[in-house]
């Protein structure tokens, strides 16, 4: 007889984003003239720059022609957009990374879950709290948990607070833990880490022979000079830290799918015996015997990114997205909400400051304003309080959800 893994039936109720889709659903049906404008979930809505869509139609072309025809790529991503990240994301900036230490994926979202399949089962795993449920997730379903508890954490796992008293940057945990997820600038709190910050998780990895999973997705959004893109920029993270980047905010690839996440050569971790083995090969093995690459179509298209003219056009929208960012932060501010991110972050996080939870604060904008926005408390119980607004969304749209949100009775 077959049997299912049980561990899918300690998730909770079900994925953040489909029950905020399912409410939205429900409040559409009992009123379908209501004009709802969406600010939870974080999907883009400008559309592909044009220096992508010449190079995606350009890749397209080739596909049609016997000579430039391509079948299966390379597992980890072709040289050529490897050569251009390693060059415009790392040594531009004076980080030695090198084009083989880069996999080319279909989403950051995928590579921060599928990471875990190369580490052992007995890590201790600590995640940040709020944080992406995606990484919680996986690590339920994959056994790497207890059950679920009633403070709305699940046993095995370590749970580090981001509030307003830490600047929603966590404090080093007491206890042993042997990997940890960080995510820098931060979804869902908007907050980014200082270079003292990111210093201090480096030197505590070396010292105690922790593994970092550095999910950097939002590092096209940060303003501030001094704040580092990437964890690589802090002395010895090569040799404890692996990065995760996307092309989905950057450039808008949420619906084309392109991403890829660093693991440096002389990157180990310890197997059974105490001997020390390097990662890189074990990603590599993973990959090539789970994932057969991205389109060569996409590839061409994301390797425009890194064109001057591509860079004009994608910081374009960066800045319209961030303009959004300030328009939200300055309208719920004046409200009398308290209000933090959107500065080095597309994402705003809010609390009412009224003493209303997370999920019926979420009921009121949507019942009383037709504005969606993301429950703090989906992110995690220190998430309780508050909500999360995306800036990936129309300026008219953004414009007339603060008006409704002020014309709310408070």
């Known amino acids: 007889m077959a049997r299912i893994n049980e561990n ?39 559309p592909l720059c044009q220096a992508v869509i010449k190079a995606f139609h350009e890749g397209v072309e080739e596909m049609s022609k016997e000579e430039t025809f391509k079948g299966y790529g390379p597992e980890q991503g072709y040289d050529f957009l490897r050569e ?36 052992g089962h007995d890590n201790i795993i600590a995640v940040q709290d709020p944080v992406y449920p995606v990484y919680v997730d996986t690590c339920v379903m994959g056994g790497r948990t207890g059950e679920y508890l009633e403070n709305g954490y699940f046993r095995g796992l370590v749970y580090m607070p981001c509030t307003e008293e830490n600047g929603f940057i966590p404090e080093i945990p007491g206890e042993k833990i042997d990997i940890v997820y960080l995510c820098y600038p931060n979804n869902p709190t ?14 505590y990895a070396l010292k105690n ?52 996440t660093v693991i440096p050569e002389n990157l180990r971790a310890s197997a059974s015996d105490g001997t020390m083995k390097p990662l890189h ?26 064109s001057p003219e591509g860079k004009i056009q994608i910081r374009e929208t960066i800045n319209y997205y961030m303009e959004n960012a300030r328009i939200l932060r300055e309208g719920l501010a004046q409200i009398g909400f308290s209000v933090y991110g959107g500065i080095n972050a597309p994402y705003v996080w809010v609390n009412s400051g009224k003493g209303i939870s997370s999920w019926n604060l979420f009921d009121k904008l949507l019942n009383e304003a037709n504005v969606v926005c993301t429950p703090g408390s989906g992110f995690g119980p220190s998430g309780e309080g508050y909500i999360r607004f995306s800036a990936f969304a129309q300026r008219e749209n953004v414009i007339k959800a603060i008006e409704r949100i002020k014309n709310i009775n408070w």
């Not at 399912?22 to 809505?45: C, F, L, S, W």
């Not at 090198?98 to 399949?117: M, Q, R």
């Not at 990603?283 to 390797?303: C, D, E, I």
Request: hydrophobic content about 35%; some cysteine.
């Open 209 to 260: 022979n922790v593994i970092i999973l550095y999910d950097s997705a939002y590092e096209a959004y940060i303003t501030d000079p001094s704040v580092p893109h990437s964890i690589y920029e802090i002395n010895g993270a090569r040799e404890v830290a692996i990065e995760f980047r996307s092309f989905s905010k950057t450039a808008g690839f949420t619906g084309t799918r392109c991403a890829y």
């Open 190 to 203: 908007g907050a980014s880490a200082s270079r003292d910050d990111l210093k201090k998780w480096v030197d």
């Open 84 to 119: 251009a990240i390693a060059e415009n994301d790392y040594r531009n900036r004076g980080i030695d990374i090198k084009p083989g230490e880069i996999f080319i994926s279909d989403g950051a979202k995928c590579d921060t879950g599928n990471i875990l399949e190369i580490f």
């Open 281 to 306: 090969p074990l990603w590599l093995r993973r990959q090539t015997t789970k994932f057969n690459g991205v389109s060569y179509p996409v590839q061409k298209a994301a390797a425009a990114v890194f």
């Open 8 to 46: 899918y039936l300690k998730l909770r109720s079900g994925y953040l984003f489909p029950e905020i889709g399912r409410r939205v659903r429900e409040y559409q049906k009992n009123h379908p003239d209501a004009e709802i404008i969406r600010m939870g979930i974080g999907d883009v809505t400008q």
